[in-house]
Every structure is written in C-alpha cells, then in structure tokens.
C-alpha cells in the first residue's frame, strides 16, 4: 500500500513536470515563431539568391534502391532555388537499377576524381559526373548496411562550406534552401548547424516532384502522425532551440557545417539514430573546445517526407527512432550534470532520459500502480478519473496549441474542413494512440537491450501524382 | 490575506486537479477560438485588401502624379499601406529616368518623412521594417537616419541598417559603413557588410581601394573581396598592389578581381599568384584563368595541372579540357609533363565534357602513327591512374 501511495506521488510529480516542461515550451515557441515572422517580413530572398557572397550548399542525397524515384528526386533537387548548389548522390550499394536510371538521365560518365577518405567509408567504386549537370556528382560505392557511411562518404565529396543531408524519397520545397540559410546567414559565425521542419507528404497532390497542393491524409494513422509531427516540430524543437539546447537536428533535413561534421568524424556509422548521435556529439565537441555556438531551428523550411500508412511500419518505425535515442543517450551518458557541458548536460540531456527514453517505462509502471491503487482504495476512484480527464485535456490543449502554430508560420492547409479535421484529431491523439505508441516503445527498448540494431523496413506507398487515385 | 499555497493546500487534491481540468478546457477553447478568429479576420482582411489594391491601381498614374491628392489615400491606414508598398516595388524595379516621379510622390505624400520618423524613433521590429523600407526608397535624405541605425545597441537593428544602406545602392551610403569598420566600430555579420558595400560600391569601386590603404588584417580581407566582385579594368595597378599582399586572402581575392580585368598586365599577375605558396590562391588564379580570353595562359594552366593540389589540378583540367581548338596540342602537352596526375584529371575532364571522343576521332583520322602511339600512351597512363586513385582511397579509407 505504502509503495503504490510513494509510487503514485512519484508519478503525479513525472506528470506535471513534464506537462509543465512542454506549455513552457509551447509558450516560447509561440513567441519565438512571432519573432521570426517579423524577421522574415523584412527579408528578401531574391537579394540572398543574387548575392555573390551567399555560401554554396552540398546536397548529400545517400540511396540505397531507390530505382523507382531516384531521377525525379535529383531532378527536383537541382531544380532548388539556391544560387550555388552541388548534389551529390551516393548510392549505397543498391541491387536495383539506381545507378543506371541515373546515368541513363543524366549521361553520366566516370570521373577519374582523386576521392579522400577523411571520414573512413566503405570503398566507392566509382564516382560520375554530367556533362548535361555540372552539379551532379555520383558515388558509386559498396553498401555498409547503414545510412551514416553513405553520408560520411557524401561529406568527404562535399566541396562546399555547408552539407546538406536530404532523403532520397524525401521533397523539400523549392525555397526551403534559402529559408534555411536565413538561419545561419543571420550569424554564421556561431550558427553551425540548423534544422528545417520535416512534415508530412501522404495526401498531398505531388506534380514533377513538387508539393501542388497541401492536403491531410486519409487515414486517421496518418492524420495523428501529421499533429505528432507539428507538434515534435513546431513546439519542441523550436523550444529548445531557443535556449541552445537543441537535440537533434532530423535526417531527412538539416544542414551542418561541413569541417565541424569532419572534426567531430562525421555521422557514427551503424548508429540507429545518426541524425541525433551527430547533433549530441557536436555539443559535447564545442563545449568541450570552449567555441561559442548556435544550433538552430527554423520553422519555415519544409521537407516534405512520407510517414507510414499501416500499424506494422508504423510500429517498427517508432521501436526504430526509440532504439535510435538510446543509442545516442548511452554513449553521451557522461555528459549527464557535468558542468562542462553546461544546460546540454543540466537540462536537456536529462531532460530526453526521463522524459524521452524512460517515458515509456514510466507510463507503463503508471498505469499498472494507478489502476492497481484504485483497485486497492489507496487513490479515490474520483480523484482518478479527474486526474485522467486532466490529462487528457492538457495533452490535447498542446497538441492544439501546435495546430496554432502552424497557422502562424506557413499556414499551409488553407481548406476551413482540413484544420478543422486536424482540431478534430488533437481530441484523438492521446486515446489510444498514444498507448500504441508505448507499447511500441517498449518493444524498441527490449530490442535493443537484446542487441537487435536492425531498421527494418517501412512499407511505402510512393509519391503519386495524385493521392486520390 | 491568505498566501497562494495555503489556498491551494485548502482546495486539496481533487479541487486542485478540477481546477486544472477546467484551466485546461478553456486553454483548449481559446485556442480553438483564436484559430478560428484569426482566419476569419485574415480572409476579410485579405479581401477587403485586394479590393483597395484593383481600386489603387486603376487610378495609379493619378496618384503618383499628385492629380489625386494625398490626403485621399494618405490617412487610411490600409490605402496608405498599399500605395507605400506598390511604390516601393516600383522604386526598387524602375530605371534611374522613373525615378524621380516616385520619389516625388514619396515625398509629398509625406511617406519618406513618416518612414524616417519610424526609422529614428520606433523601436524593434517596427524600426528596422522601417530601416529597411527606407533603404527601399533609395533617397539620399533617407541615408542620415540609416546611419544612426549603425550605432544601435540592437545587432538585428545595426545588420537592418547595413541592410538598408545596401539597398540605397547610393556611393555614400558605403562610406559611414566603411568608416565604422575601418575604425573597428561596426560589430555586424560580414556577408550583411559585403553585400551593402557591393550593392553602394558598383558604380564606384574606387572607393574601397582607399579605404583598403588604411584597412588591416580580416577588414582588409573582407574589403578585397569586395573589390573582387566589382573590379573592372580601370582599377588597373591597385589590383596588382593587392596581388602581391602579405595576406593570402587579399590575393585570392586580387585573383579573383583579375578575372574580371583582361587587360595587359592580367596574365603576368595570374602567371604570380599561380605559383603562389597558398593553393586557394593558386585555384583562384587558375579560375581567373578561365575566364580570360588568351592562350598565353596555356603555359600556365599546364604548371596548374601539376600543382601538389588536387583542387587545383582538378581546375585547371577543367578550364584546359574546354579550349576545344587547342585541345590536341594541350593533350600532347600534358603526356609530356609526365605526371599521372595530371594526366588523370586531364582525361577525366574531357570525358566529363564530351571532348575525349572528339579528340579520338581527331587522331585516328590523322594516321599518324606517332599520335596514335600517343593515344594508346595515354589510355595507358590513364588506367595506371584510376589504380594509383584505387590505392589512394583504400588507403585514406584505412579500415576498409
């Protein structure tokens, strides 16, 4: 009795802390996107775009069989607005026909280029170039299993100051380059980093490899997915990178400052999250160096990614990106309270233990001794279903509060019916979704403490011209 | 009176969660309602805009010539709006002879006078929309109150200053930029700083050669790149001056200027700095190469091929595989060197641009055995190379 009262008080105080921690970040997103917008009022893409003095981006574009839309993705890639822009693609040992669909559009022809391993890769095989696309760069190289090496290999190609790490089935809008270079354009001295918002593709009317028109899915897995995404995005991510502390840049888009990339040895090849390992150990690096640093969040560059259509995919995806944030946590554990590593090591770092990794674990625990104190008479049955109908109320006031923010930044669902089905949704997202969801968790938690690292595959339903048909 | 946690404590659990419960669903509500308000005050607001916009604009000739006077549009804050910002679009897109009506308009309205008073006296976010709608109107009574944005204390305001300044496209404009900087007295970014000087400087590049005299270390940098961008042939010996700095980005950047400048002393110079010590001066010099009409720079470029660098070898193979007349001789040239590096990103280039079959097709029809031989030489050496590559990156790629 005495346990599941202790155990009770423990997790009343998890719970408001953690719903304090995200109105708080909620509250500092909101007045951070306002800011922004102001900004971005006064800022003229063309000048940037025309500008001898804007810096050259990299596009990293790693493809393992990607054969059914790689040319459309290079295509749209070159097709980017940004003056002076390199692509280089890196096909990581596909079995399909990638590389030929490529060298059959674009003529590509060996290049007898001197490839410096500075960040050691699997061998590559070959490198091509264009004659039709000076831009394009192909790299041909043996498969390592893991998405990071193909990275590795695309920054040790890289000839610009900035990479740029963009999925091959990913569509990033035709502005979002120069949108995201806002954010180290406005101090490049410390900006080494900076994360675009990746959102979600299914529905979406696509034509030449470019968003048409911005619709919700069909499907109420997709829907929840898209408010998850709003609010990973616009709320945490935006929160934390206001304070310096933000934790992970996403893969599918983000651009980084290529010699820091090299000297902290690039992405860790076989790490399940790369994209959060990457950003971990850039904030150990330049606190450790005593560097002054920014690593930002801009909320309007948008990579267009497609998320999973069915339980299954959805399932492994989620045990995935929870396998992911342990294999980045465990490694960097010595940062945990350290001084030198100031509020990374203080606040968000403790912050992804118990809020992020362990949350699962918690929720888990929660409801058993909940239920079980309720059983027992040590919680009044009344007291329970408030402190749930609270929960449930709070979680859903965030999840809309994330809904207002992307009416405040690009407002890209313009349809009355769409927001009022994604406000609809919000009521949904945390019954029982977000039950699923643990359960999920959990399994990625047992499977990495069994030693299982693998990706396992997601079932796509591939960019269509049309989502209705 | 009662202190908050004792009327907390008072509430007791249940009434604390209600409370919060009930805090939630209003959060919940007003959120709902802000979303729904907010649309519906943009939509009519939008409406409503692009209506005044087709009203505006049907009579925009009489506008601007003052047939409609101001005090019509001028005191309603959405037509004043709408008239300020086509005007500037117009300031921004119009040749120097559709200027001055604009302007003039501007001025009478009594627009560019609001937008200075904004610009002095309003604070954050207000101010630098000011700042920089200021610099829009490209009017030399606007440069006073952009230079006082210099001297914020706010770094967003002092780079929309520079900003600002920049979009003046006006000489003047440059100088209290360059004073600051100069004396070390303007902390802002340096892309915000280069691109103000280059927009204020194109007409006039000789200005930053003055100030380049007095300039030292990164400012002094960061002026040559400037002048790197706006050289033209009349800066003549400056640009050689800075060629032969003791900074090593003065000279790339002297090389870079040189591209822009074909004249006389252009290849003497570039023949320098590409045998300079730094190779990013010696790749700038070779991409100057490039750009200038003139065989001599055959000789050059085919040092360049043999450079330590491969950045700059790579260049130089780039800039030598496109001088499509010369390109047997230059092949001839490049076997001779004896360097299978060069060699290497010689071909690679001419593959790249389509040239290797032509160059083929050339010699297999001049039946000339020595030349054939040539070839063969070179496929030879070629495939010694790709292994020599091979080696070179199992190598560097160590556990592999």
Redesign the interface.
């Known amino acids: 009795m005495r346990f599941l009262a202790i155990s009770n008080a423990i997790l009343f105080i998890y719970y408001v802390f953690s719903n304090v921690i995200y109105l708080g970040l909620l509250i500092v997103a909101i007045s951070r996107n306002v ?1 922004h917008h ?2 971005l ?2 800022f003229r893409f063309e ?1 940037i775009k025309a ?4 810096p050259p981006i990299t596009l990293i574009v790693p493809a393992h069989n990607e054969e059914r839309s790689i040319v459309s993705s290079v295509g749209a890639l070159l097709g980017l607005d940004y003056p002076a822009l390199e692509v280089i693609v890196v096909n990581d040992g596909s079995s399909d026909a990638t590389v030929d669909k490529l060298q059959k559009a674009y003529d590509l ?10 960040i ?5 095989r070959a490198i091509y ?3 039709l696309e000076p831009r394009l760069f192909v790299l041909d190289k043996q498969g390592a299993g893991c998405k990071a090496d193909a990275i590795n290999a695309g920054i040790n190609a890289a ?1 610009s100051p900035y990479v740029c790490v963009v999925d091959a089935d990913s569509i990033l809008e035709r502005e979002s380059l120069v949108r995201i270079m806002v954010g180290v ?5 410390r900006v080494v980093a900076v994360g675009g918002i990746v959102r979600v593709l299914n529905g979406s009317r696509i034509v030449n490899n470019q968003i048409e028109q911005v619709r919700l899915p069909k499907r109420p897995i997709e829907v929840l997915q898209v408010i998850e995404y709003l609010r990973a995005f616009l709320v945490g991510r935006e929160g934390w990178a206001t304070f310096n502390m933000l934790p992970i840049i996403s893969g599918a888009f983000g651009i980084f400052r290529r010699d820091l990339v090299k000297q902290v040895g690039g992405f860790r090849t076989h790490a399940v999250g790369e994209d959060l390992d990457l950003v971990i150990r850039m904030h150990r690096h330049l606190l450790e160096e005593h560097l002054p640093y920014h690593i930002n969040f801009i909320p309007d560059p948008t990579c267009w990614t497609e998320v999973p259509t069915d339980l299954k995919s959805l399932a492994r995806q989620r045990a995935r990106w929870h396998k992911g944030l342990i294999d980045a946590l465990w490694p960097n554990r010595d940062m945990l309270f350290r001084a030198r590593y100031g509020r990374v090591g203080w606040l968000v770092l403790p912050y992804m233990w118990i809020f992020e990794f362990l949350a699962p674990v918690i929720e888990l625990v929660g409801y058993i001794t909940i239920v079980l104190a309720m059983v027992l008479g040590v919680l ?1 049955r ?2 329970f279903m ?2 749930l ?2 929960g449930y ?2 979680a ?2 965030i999840s ?2 994330s ?2 923010l992307e ?1 405040m930044t690009v407002r890209r669902y313009s349809d ?1 019916r769409e ?1 009022a089905r994604l ?1 609809l949704y919000c009521l949904f997202e945390h019954f029982p979704y977000r039950q699923m969801t643990m359960v999920w968790r959990l399994q990625g938690l047992w499977q990495y403490l069994r030693g299982d690292l693998q990706w396992g595959a997601m079932k796509r339903v591939g960019i269509s011209a049309d989502p209705s048909g | 009176m009662e202190s908050v946690f004792s009327a907390i404590e008072k509430l007791g659990p249940a009434g604390l969660v209600l409370r919060a419960i009930l805090g939630s669903l209003l959060g919940i509500f007003l959120l709902v309602g802000f979303i729904v308000l907010r649309r519906w005050y943009r939509a009519r607001y939008f409406r409503r805009r692009s209506e005044r916009t087709v009203a505006l604009r049907a009579r925009w000739d009489e506008i601007v010539s003052g047939k409609i006077p101001p005090t019509d549009w001028r005191f309603d804050p959405l037509d004043c709006d709408i008239v300020e910002s086509i005007l500037l679009d117009n300031i921004e897109m119009s040749a120097p002879d559709g200027l001055p009506p604009l302007l003039n308009c501007l001025r009478v309205s009594g627009l560019l006078d609001m937008l200075i008073y904004e610009a002095r006296t309003a604070h954050s976010w207000k101010q630098r929309t000011a700042l920089l709608a200021l610099g829009r109107t490209r009017a030399r009574e606007a440069i006073p109150a952009l230079v006082a944005g210099l001297d914020s204390r706010s770094a967003e305001t002092r780079i929309a200053a520079i900003r600002a300044l920049g979009r003046t496209a006006i000489t003047e404009a440059a100088i209290p930029i360059l004073d600051r900087i100069v004396d070390g007295q303007l902390d802002a970014p340096e892309r915000s700083v280069k691109n103000s000087l280059a927009n204020c400087c194109r007409s006039n590049p000789e200005i930053l050669v003055r100030y380049l005299e007095q300039a030292r270390g990164p400012v002094r940098e960061l002026l040559a790149r400037v002048l790197a961008e706006l050289a033209s042939p009349g800066l003549g010996e400056e640009l050689l001056v800075l060629a032969a700095d003791a900074l090593p980005e003065v000279r790339a950047s002297a090389a870079r200027a040189l591209g822009n400048t074909n004249t006389s002393y252009t290849l003497p110079a570039l023949h320098s700095l590409a045998n300079d010590p730094e190779w990013f001066v010696r790749l700038r010099a070779v991409v100057a190469l490039g750009e200038i009409e003139n065989v001599g720079k055959i000789r050059i470029l085919l040092r360049s091929l043999c450079d330590a660098n491969r950045h700059v070898r790579q260049r130089a193979a780039w800039v030598l595989a496109r001088m499509e007349p010369q390109l047997e001789q230059i092949l001839d040239d490049v076997v001779a060197t004896n360097d299978d590096y060069a060699l290497q990103s010689f071909i690679s280039e001419l593959e790249r641009s389509g040239a290797i079959e032509n160059i083929a097709g050339l010699i297999a029809g001049s039946g000339e055995g020595s030349v054939q031989t040539t070839l063969r030489e070179v496929v030879e050496r070629a495939k010694k190379s790709v292994e020599l590559s091979g080696k070179a990156v199992a190598v560097a790629a160590g556990a592999h």
């Open positions: 800011r102001h900004r009022g006064n000048l500008s001898p003095f804007t022809r060996t290049a007898r280029i001197l490839y410096i391993a500075d050691a890769t699997a061998p590559v170039r264009s004659p000839t354009l406005s101090d490049p001295d009044s009344a007291f408030q402190f109908l609270f109320a709070f859903t006031l809309i509060g809904v207002l009416e009355w927001v406000l």
